[in-house]
């Protein structure tokens, strides 16, 4: 069973940055893909970005390209998302998820794997 704890979630001025970090327990073939969601209450389950085991794949969400860097550390078992040039509607609960597939960040039922999330904000 994989476990994944997110860090790293805050408060930011509109335009700055901030960088989460989430690190996975368990079986490493269950985690080769690594990536995150996005949630605000009421509205359904967004995804941001998503990396294979050694970063030959890289994907991200069309309202966050050219801002956010998703990145991972395989000798720490960890992904990052590098959060840049945020804007109010940045803000949601981000999840960390995995899966041994990375097109499972793009199937409907989504990853196996979720962590409980870490709240950012972003003010304008």
């Known amino acids: 069973q994989v476990q994944l704890v997110e860090s790293g979630g805050g408060l930011v001025q509109a335009g700055g940055s901030l960088r989460l970090s989430c690190v996975a327990t368990?079986?490493?073939?269950?985690?080769?893909?690594m990536g995150w969601f996005r949630q605000v209450p009421g509205k359904e389950r967004e995804f941001v970005g998503a990396?294979?085991?050694?970063?030959?794949?890289?994907g991200y969400a069309d309202s966050v390209k050219g801002r956010f860097n998703i990145s991972r550390d395989n000798a720490k078992s960890t992904v990052y998302l590098q959060m840049n040039g945020t804007k109010p509607e940045d803000t949601a609960v981000y999840h960390c998820?995995?899966?041994?597939?990375?097109?499972?960040?793009?199937?409907?039922?989504?990853?196996?794997?979720w962590g409980r999330g870490t709240q950012v904000t972003v003010s304008s």
């Open positions: 990396i294979n085991w050694n970063g030959g794949m890289i």
């Open positions: 368990g079986r490493a073939d269950d985690y080769r893909a």
């Open positions: 998820a995995a899966d041994l597939y990375f097109r499972r960040f793009y199937d409907p039922s989504g990853p196996a794997y």
